[in-house]
């Protein structure tokens, strides 16, 4: 079933993002994921078939997986537990939707590089650097880093986030909030990435967000899906080149292919292209799972 908005009349709409449409269920929050997807920061007019159901599943199992190494927001995500309000809407939330606690989010997001790649290689080939952290000179395009970097950066509400230094993000959340975000989020960008480097992706960087609730450090919003981090596959992966990845470049090198102005409306897409997206995201949870989209 194609979402291109969540439609749930008698249930308060909190926020509506490019991706989530995000309601409020008595003490918790209800993040449903749909098919929208923006390019360029801006919202297409055609939905990629089961992008929702992959990044909701995927980030399932990673916060499954890491729970002992951070609290995550998730209360439940079987729609068939969901409070009974939500039973009306069953067939529109199934899979793609989170039963999650209200945390605090922090006004700083966590990105992880383990890979020189996007921004970070264009940061280098200018500076040498990769958001203020030197690397060895003579590295090239997609070369695994020494060591994973954390690159903290802001969370824009209009246009891009910037980076930032650890002493910027010390002066948004406080020294040891932002200690305590740097080494959870090293660690589990290192976990992530050798299990997934064993299942045959390779995690280049990723991005996670952090709250605070009852006074804790939480993980929220997504964990390591297509859209947050960027994949590679081992078997196409070469240095000195941009490998392909699981997520919305193949639409993105469309879009460009087609000289678009970058401004709305956006383009509608080819059957082709959303087609070759979504199998893409659906590749990128069957090889990092095991396991087929349920």
Not at 95 to 124: F, H, I, Q
Not at 187 to 215: C, M, P, Q, V, W
Not at 276 to 286: I, K, L
Request: glycine letters at 8%; a neutral charge.
């Amino acid at each position: 079933m194609l979402v291109t908005q969540a439609e749930l009349p008698d249930i308060k709409r909190t926020v509506q993002g490019k991706v989530r449409d995000i309601f409020e269920v008595g003490e918790h929050l209800l993040i449903v994921v749909t098919d929208r997807l923006s390019a360029f920061d801006v919202v297409l007019p055609d939905p990629i078939p089961d992008k929702g159901r992959v990044l909701t599943q995927l980030s399932r199992f990673w916060f499954d997986r890491f729970r002992e190494l951070v609290p995550n927001h998730v209360v439940e995500t079987d729609v068939v537990k969901f409070p009974a309000s939500l039973a009306p809407y069953r067939d529109q939330l199934e899979g793609r939707a989170m039963l999650v606690r209200k945390a605090k989010p922090l006004t700083v997001e966590c990105v992880v590089r383990g890979y020189l790649a996007g921004s970070g290689w264009n940061d280098y080939q200018k500076t040498g650097a990769v958001c203020g952290i030197r690397l060895p000179s003579g590295m090239k395009q997609a070369e695994k880093l020494p060591e994973p970097v954390f690159t903290p950066s802001t969370k824009a509400t209009v246009g891009h986030d910037e980076n930032i230094t650890q002493e910027q993000a010390a002066a948004l959340v406080g020294a040891d909030v932002a200690r305590e975000i740097r080494e959870v989020s090293l660690n589990i960008y290192s976990k992530a990435a050798e299990y997934a480097l064993g299942r045959g992706i390779i995690i280049a960087d990723t991005k996670f967000e952090f709250g605070t609730f009852a006074g804790k450090l939480m993980w929220i919003d997504e964990a390591l899906t297509p859209d947050s981090s960027r994949f590679w596959s081992v078997a196409e992966y070469k240095v000195g080149m941009s490998p392909p990845s699981f997520d919305k470049q193949f639409v993105r090198d469309y879009l460009l292919s087609i000289k678009w102005d970058k401004t709305p409306p956006a383009p509608h897409l080819p059957t082709e292209v959303t087609k070759g997206t979504s199998d893409r995201y659906r590749e990128a949870y069957r090889l990092i799972t095991g396991s087929g989209l349920g």
